[in-house]
């Protein structure tokens, strides 16, 4: 048997030499593996942001319940095995290696038969649900990896419920170019008769996925933005009703961001279906929300140092509004992102809409991250200078003052202050972390986002997912 690190090296590889494969490509992988996904209950999960966080949501009140819960999200931050969580713990590395054994067989075997090798997706798809069968889990909570409709978790066949979180403009070269081009994609986990919980604030997303759910004959639970009202936020905590028009619910979630409020809302509509055939008590429900633990999403990891993994737009405006809830203070950035995604209007929106003494500019691990210095032009463009700045002479290290620009007008009105930011450029990713934390000062907040791969390699900078 493979150690654990030729195990994760070796999946890692699968990327390299693979493609883009169809849903009976999946079936066939996971049928000769045994089906392990038909061996449990289901709950789907899909949409642009919050996926990960309404997936934690569900999965805890399902314990609190006293359900065996199996988990099954990504990326991971720092070990591949968090993907695959049984009971709110990842699985052991014995478990991962074991199913990460069979399905290396299985797939062998198909590559024999003349059939592709499956994608990296679809391969950690079948360990996670290997190790969900292997554990006997009574549920399981799957996140789609990217869109829905093509997605491998869309094998599954009867899900309990399908929930779909808020859609916004991402991978538009495969999803499309449309908030409701991609809403369809997002759609395409819904089932026959099968109810959908569903982010219903934007009236362009909202419509397709009725039109999908009528269409289905899917019950139909939408959770409207202004049918949620934050009671407290401490910064630490929220206290948040949700008025679903049968009834007010008030509850705690162990979060100051206050988009997780909309998260929660959302997992809540979908527990409220469960609850009488899946014998959920109001009790775990509340115990459940307010236990969570999800990494990665405005984290306070030590004093006034936060982690967000704020990776596109949308989600981007969700960190600024949780910063402002947290300070009003000018606080310091450590900031990166893939280069797949829009990282200069990314630049121009935390320039216009934060306040920022200083920001730091680092690489995401891997090939994917957008490079150190066109992230630093971008932010310079939109600070108003996009002076050529030389090098130091490690070639590490670029700073330059920067003029942030009075910004007003448009639908949302907005007058944000002129002054200065630091932008300082520094590629290895453990040196820009300590040179934010230095730059604070007394009091000063640093918030750290961009990517969740990045929030990954900060979690294994700071300890902060140290295996048991």
Not at 53 to 77: E, M, N, R
Not at 365 to 384: H, I, K, S, V, Y
């Amino acid at each position: 048997m493979k150690t654990y690190e030729e195990t994760v090296n070796g999946i890692l590889e699968i990327p390299k030499f693979t493609s883009k494969n169809t849903l009976d490509h999946t079936r066939e992988f996971l049928g000769r593996l045994g089906n392990p996904q038909k061996r449990f209950k289901v709950i789907h999960v899909a949409g642009s942001n919050g996926k990960g966080s309404v997936c934690a949501f569900l999965a805890s009140v399902l314990q609190q319940a006293g359900k065996k819960t199996g988990l099954f999200t990504s990326p991971h931050l720092v070990n591949m095995e968090e993907r695959f969580q049984i009971n709110g713990r990842p699985c052991n590395r014995q478990e991962f290696v074991q199913a990460a054994e069979k399905a290396a067989a299985a797939a062998a075997g198909m590559v024999q038969d003349g059939l592709p090798h499956p994608t990296f997706f679809e391969y950690v798809f079948a360990v996670g649900m290997v190790i969900f069968a292997a554990q006997q889990v009574e549920y399981a909570v799957l996140e789609t990896g990217m869109g829905g409709r093509l997605d491998a978790t869309n094998i599954t066949e009867h899900p309990l419920i399908t929930v779909i979180t808020s859609i916004s403009l991402e991978h538009t070269e495969i999803l499309g170019d449309t908030l409701e081009k991609i809403a369809a994609e997002k759609a395409g986990i819904l089932k026959p008769y099968v109810p959908v919980a569903y982010d219903a604030s934007v009236l362009e997303t909202a419509a397709v996925i009725e039109e999908k759910a009528d269409a289905l004959h899917c019950r139909k639970y939408p959770v409207r933005a202004e049918k949620i009202k934050i009671l407290l936020n401490t910064g630490k905590k929220i206290d948040f009703s949700y008025d679903s028009g049968y009834d007010v619910t008030e509850l705690s979630i162990p979060f100051g961001a206050p988009y997780q409020a909309g998260n929660a809302a959302l997992a809540l509509t979908a527990l409220e279906y469960l609850r009488e055939t899946e014998g959920i008590s109001e009790q775990a429900v509340r115990a459940g929300m307010a236990g969570v633990s999800w990494k990665g999403r405005m984290q306070e990891v030590q004093q006034d140092v936060y982690f967000d993994g704020a990776h596109n737009l949308s989600g981007i405006e969700r960190f600024l509004e949780a910063v402002r809830q947290i300070t009003e203070e000018s606080a310091v950035l450590l900031f990166s992102m893939v280069k797949e995604k829009d990282y200069i209007h990314a630049a121009q929106l935390l320039l216009t809409e934060g306040s920022w003494e200083e920001i730091v500019i680092t690489t995401v691990p891997g090939t994917r991250g957008a490079a150190c210095r066109e992230l630093g032009d971008a932010f310079r463009q939109f600070a108003g200078d996009s002076r050529d700045v030389p090098d130091t002479e490690d070639g590490r290290e670029r700073v330059v003052s920067s003029p942030v620009p009075s910004a007003e007008g448009g639908q949302n009105h907005y007058v944000k202050r002129t002054g200065t930011v630091k932008i300082t450029e520094i590629e290895d990713r453990k040196q820009a972390f300590a040179h934010a934390l230095e730059a604070r000062k007394p009091g000063q907040k640093l918030f750290c986002a961009g990517s969740l791969y990045l929030i990954g390699e900060l979690e294994q900078i700071t300890g902060g997912m140290q295996n048991d």
